[in-house]
């Protein structure tokens, strides 16, 4: 209990914290019309709109909203028609769905290391990685920069490997002018709260083959072909294929249509203050004493996020507690899943982890939300003050 009080009295005394949820203001009304119109369940209209608004803006040629990104990296392993004793490359730096949705298949994650400018996937090591069992690559596009897609998908090409994008950070970023989670056979979106547009939980699956297509909209309907009902392409519906619930309530889509009218402005006004960090911070990096973000030319990020790099975890430390006293909650992102308890167990590393665990350590996330702009200034000053 005594602990419980205290982390309570922490928590009070943040001021500017590291996320909060914004609502266009036609969130609620359109759910109140989701109700009037008594289609609670998925499916609706809402949904209908979130999928062509996917479809026109990534020109992929089936958008599926799903109750999470994980349940969209779900759908995509058994598409993969991932099984037991089949191996699935993925850096170690990423949320634990990566991996988790592969290893409910059967499969084993194979961890590779990262790049230290992008922190994604090391395109170069794929390779080395490749085994009999391989049958998938899963590029993480971290902070909403891609990964190197045409070296990636080279590969891939080469060895008969699907390559499954998690784009969960990616909505409206691209690379070469290519939308995020289409450029390999199957992409999967989060719209998760923390995301640039959100709808609580919530996520989508990206497809191009039309048989991919297809399946994918039977394993969402619990595994009957109810979809090719409703369109009178057969005259009744059944069980036709493994599946589970992977779609979401219309008010979930609901929320997220309001959240899509405005991703635009949504998206540039994070750009505006990702590029006030990255100006105002430019000094202490010439210092020496954090690194920034590197975005090469080929890609065009969405802002999702901005962090910066501290020279050690001692410094890491000693910022967030600086921050902390300030009433600014900075964080730390992931734990590497190869030095996690179910990484060593299910998965196995196929290169030296060595900019993983070290950029891993060394990571500090700063807030990144609409209505920032206020007290940006703040942050970057007590930044300044606990690095000087």
Not at 9 to 30: C, H, Q, W
Not at 60 to 86: N, Q, V, W
Not at 134 to 143: E, G, L, M, N, S
Request: with cysteine.
């Amino acid at each position: 209990m005594e602990n419980s009080n205290k982390k309570n009295i922490d928590d009070a005394k943040v001021k500017i914290p590291f996320n909060k949820p914004y609502m266009t203001g036609r969130e609620l009304s359109y759910i109140a019309e989701a109700h009037f119109h008594a289609h609670l369940s998925g499916d609706g209209a809402f949904t209908n709109r979130c999928h062509k608004w996917l479809e026109e803006k990534t020109f992929c040629r089936k958008a599926l909203l799903t109750h999470s990104c994980t349940a969209a990296l779900e759908m995509a392993a058994i598409l993969a028609g991932i099984g037991p004793g089949d191996e699935v490359i993925l850096p170690s730096y990423t949320f634990v769905s990566t991996g988790n949705a592969f290893v409910a298949r059967g499969a084993k994650p194979v961890f590779v290391d990262i790049r230290p400018d992008t922190l994604n996937l090391d395109e170069n090591k794929i390779e080395q990685a490749i085994s009999p069992n391989t049958k998938a690559i899963v590029p993480v596009h971290y902070a909403g920069v891609s990964c190197e897609m045409d070296t990636i998908m080279d590969v891939a090409e080469r060895h008969d490997l699907l390559v499954i994008e998690d784009a969960a950070q990616g909505v409206l970023a691209g690379y070469k002018g290519r939308p995020l989670g289409t450029l390999g056979h199957i992409g999967a979106l989060s719209f998760h709260e923390t995301k640039n547009i959100i709808s609580g939980e919530g996520g989508a699956i990206l497809l191009s083959d039309p048989a991919l297509s297809r399946r994918a909209e039977i394993i969402r309907e619990k595994g009957t072909n109810r979809k090719a009902f409703f369109r009178g392409e057969v005259d009744k519906y059944s069980w036709v294929d493994i599946g589970s619930s992977y779609l979401p309530s219309e008010l979930i889509a609901a929320f997220l249509w309001a959240q899509m009218e405005e991703a635009e402005s949504i998206t540039q006004r994070r750009i505006k203050m990702w590029e006030v960090y990255h100006q105002r911070l430019r000094a202490l990096a010439e210092d020496g004493l954090l690194r920034l973000p590197i975005v090469p030319s080929e890609c065009t990020h969405n802002a999702h996020m901005y962090y910066i790099l501290l020279p050690s975890v001692q410094k890491r430390s000693t910022l967030i507690a600086h921050l902390k006293s300030r009433g600014i909650h900075a964080v730390f992102h992931y734990t590497p899943l190869h030095e996690s308890t179910m990484g060593k167990q299910y998965g196995r590393c196929a290169s030296d982890m060595a900019h993983t665990s070290d950029l891993a350590n060394r990571l500090l996330r700063l807030p990144l939300w609409l209505g920032l702009e206020k007290h940006q200034e703040t942050v970057i000053n007590a930044i300044y003050d606990g690095l000087t």
